[in-house]
């Protein structure tokens, strides 16, 4: 845990208006992450009307740009990069509740502010939208507010399943479930339970603050699975899942 950062308007990262133009709408269309996002209900007669309502924001490493309590003004879709979601405490330290990663929706709340902080853990592209001009599209496009129904779903599940995590599940099941869970976020469709080489840009010290553990627990339990032949630990931030059956079998408890 550490010091919540400031989210202060005049260090906020810079902006490109992607409805701006002819050449700049098609930004939408080419959008790696479309097919899995809330806007993939858009059809592409219709894209214009998304790409006018959209800004793309570039967020640098470390820099936050959801602000918990601050009124809750925009929605951002992530695009490229890794978010860092944490609750703030009141000593002023914080709690790791999540990471986003690309496809993912952040902004939907119950009240007018927001109930998380949110930072980027590398270069994060987002795309922004206010809540006016997503209002204008939930009117015009029905099956968005469907969609976004589903995403609030997902977050709920997520919630459970933190707390099924972090209350009854060991350290082992819980760096286990931790390094699936990453896995089944960075897959392309047609791609599941094949294992692969995972980039993971948060620190030891956020995935111990996520898991409830201590950075030493983590980087001792990921040299048993190392052993273990599960994974393979690679330079800097690479994990490589050599066994996905194995690691399911752990994280389920059924060892």
Avoid at 140 to 167: I, Y
Wanted: with cysteine.
């Amino acid at each position: 845990m550490s010091d919540m950062p400031s989210c202060q308007f005049e260090s906020r990262p810079r902006r490109i208006v992607i409805g701006a133009g002819g050449a700049q709408a098609d930004f939408c269309t080419t959008c790696s992450v479309r097919p899995t996002s809330v806007c993939s209900v858009i059809g592409p007669d219709d894209i214009s009307r998304l790409s006018e309502a959209a800004v793309e924001t570039i967020i640098p490493p470390g820099r936050g740009f959801i602000e918990e309590g601050a009124p809750a003004t925009d929605f951002f879709n992530v695009t490229s990069g890794t978010v860092k979601l944490f609750k703030a405490l009141p000593d002023g330290r914080r709690q790791i509740t999540g990471f986003a990663s690309p496809g993912h929706f952040l902004g939907l709340a119950v009240s007018d502010s927001y109930a998380f902080g949110a930072e980027a853990v590398d270069t994060v592209r987002v795309c922004r939208f206010s809540r006016d001009k997503m209002a204008d599209l939930l009117d015009d496009f029905p099956k968005l507010e469907r969609r976004l129904l589903e995403e609030a779903s997902n977050e709920l599940v997520a919630a459970q399943n933190q707390m099924l995590l972090l209350g009854r599940k060991t350290a082992r099941e819980r760096v286990a479930s931790f390094l699936l869970d990453q896995m089944h976020a960075s897959q392309l469709p047609g791609q599941e339970g094949s294992g692969g080489r995972l980039h993971l840009p948060m620190t030891r010290g956020d995935i111990a603050d996520y898991l409830g553990l201590t950075i030493e627990t983590v980087s001792r339990t990921l040299s048993w699975m190392r052993s273990q032949g599960m994974i393979e630990v690679g330079k800097g931030y690479a994990i490589t899942i050599l066994s996905v059956p194995k690691l399911d079998v752990l994280a389920a408890g059924n060892t």
